[in-house]
């Protein structure tokens, strides 16, 4: 059992480990880290390969720091050991399966031993009590069930805090806003997308998003921006908080954000080791605050343990505040492999949604269109992106000129924006697709 102990700064009672120093945190890394690698090295084969091939030894690890020594995990990685290479203890310990659906070759599939499924549950409700979730309220959550991390990490984390969970999973958007209505939930957890589905759908049934019951929203599962924050927030007058995880680190509740500062996610370093990587030359460890890959090493997983792993998340760490020993994540900018490279300039999807939520006139509905017209060598990209509900067609084409000339001063891309009519786009039933690629193949 945790030991838990009263914080100071917030109501609710917190695990001993938010609330230790620094020092005693980092020595807690120590010993589970030694522990992890040499466990990882005697019961994987993959691993006990690459730490050879490297010339790495589990005792080579003395220090936090020696950690960049081992090798990287990627997901190409377990792929090539689909479906079970990376466990780390035989079938009958395995408690459950979860699996990535890929939409590129095989699953990726993980493991959780009861011990792990009784840390995540403990670690989600780390997060969701952060964000302002707390025993007794009722939780509507709307991430998918199933394979996918999301509805069952979301639903065990929930009831483990002591919540009343209304297990509807994503979709049917007409059912959740019936139940929103008549169940009166305190809290949701759905991407943020899928959010703004519900309340634009409430909207068109002439319900007012900001009557409902709800006063927390915990989101994530796809990259978010502020501006996407501040919509929503007005839109359904609640609190949006933000929540990280990936199933092969665990799923949701690999960090987790504070509803008092909402400052970015804390990593909870009790049970993972974060570090930061140039994406472009790996043998590079970057210091807090500087941009790159996020890595992982799981600290505590005994059925599927991950050592380096490559989340191809970009974003940097920084200082914890509202939970002092764990450093926080910055928002996620984009994953290395979302980029697009339009004329050799860089950019990610939220770059877009920061711009198009600055102008009143615009959604935060929008889809990117990749393409390479017949004779050209140059690709192009087209914005298009609703006009909200009260604006004319003719506002919304000077918007799309304000737009276009916002990318081309922010991100340095020239592109062409499209205003489209309300409701013309495809909606989010979960992790939103915004970028749709008809580039000639080859
Ligand atoms: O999306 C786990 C999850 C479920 C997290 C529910 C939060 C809430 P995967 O399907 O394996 O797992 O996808 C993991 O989603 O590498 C990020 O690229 C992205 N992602 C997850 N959370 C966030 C977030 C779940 N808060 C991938 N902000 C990760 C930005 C996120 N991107």
């Known amino acids: 059992m945790t030991q838990e102990t009263a914080a100071a700064t917030t109501d609710a009672v917190l695990d001993r480990e938010e609330t230790i120093s620094r020092d005693e945190l980092e020595a807690l890394q120590l010993s589970r880290l030694q522990h992890t690698v040499a466990y990882a090295y005697d019961r994987v084969p993959l691993y006990k390969r690459k730490f050879d091939a490297a010339g790495v030894h589990p005792t080579d690890l003395r220090e936090l720091s020696d950690l960049g020594k081992f090798p990287f995990t990627t997901k190409e990685d377990l792929r090539l050991e689909y479906p079970f290479g990376m466990f780390a203890v035989p079938q009958h310990e395995v408690a459950r399966i979860h699996a990535s659906s890929g939409t590129t070759g095989r699953a990726t599939v993980v493991g959780y031993t009861k011990k792990d499924l009784a840390d995540w549950a403990k670690l989600v409700a780390r997060s969701l009590r952060a964000s302002g979730v707390r025993p007794g309220m009722k939780v509507h959550n709307a991430y998918g069930y199933g394979l996918f991390t999301g509805g069952m990490g979301a639903h065990a984390g929930a009831e483990a805090l002591g919540c009343t969970v209304i297990p509807i999973s994503g979709g049917q958007t007409e059912r959740q806003i019936t139940l929103i209505q008549d169940f009166k939930p305190d809290a949701i957890l759905a991407t943020p997308t899928y959010l703004l589905t519900i309340a634009d759908a409430m909207i068109k049934q002439g319900i007012d998003p900001a009557s409902t019951s709800l006063k927390y929203a915990v989101l994530g599962a ?82 599927l343990p991950i050592i380096r792993y490559r989340t191809k998340d970009l974003t940097r760490l920084l200082p914890g505040t509202a939970r002092p020993a764990h450093r926080r994540m910055g928002r996620i900018t984009g994953r290395s492999d979302d980029m697009i490279i339009l004329r050799g300039v860089n950019l990610f999807p939220s770059q877009i949604e920061e711009i198009a939520l600055r102008i009143p006139e615009l959604s935060p509905h929008f889809q990117l269109e990749l393409t390479r017209p017949e004779g050209h060598r140059m690709d192009q990209m087209t914005v298009k992106i609703e006009r909200r509900d009260t604006v004319t067609i003719e506002s919304g084409a000077a918007a799309a000129k304000v737009l276009q000339q916002q990318i081309k001063i922010h991100v340095g891309s020239s592109c062409t924006v499209d205003v489209v009519d309300p409701g013309s786009l495809e909606r989010s039933n979960g992790k939103l697709r915004r970028i749709y690629d008809m580039r000639p193949k080859g």
């Open 222 to 303: 796809e990259p978010w921006t502020e501006e996407m924050r501040h919509e929503l927030e007005v839109t359904m007058n609640l609190k949006a908080c933000d929540i990280y995880g990936l199933s092969e680190v665990m799923g949701p509740g690999v960090a987790g954000e504070a509803v008092e500062t909402q400052d970015g996610s804390h990593i909870w370093e009790d049970h993972f080791r974060p570090e930061i990587i140039d994406a472009f030359d790996p043998s590079a460890v970057l210091g807090d605050g500087e941009p790159g890959e996020l890595v992982f090493t799981s600290l505590t997983k005994e059925a």
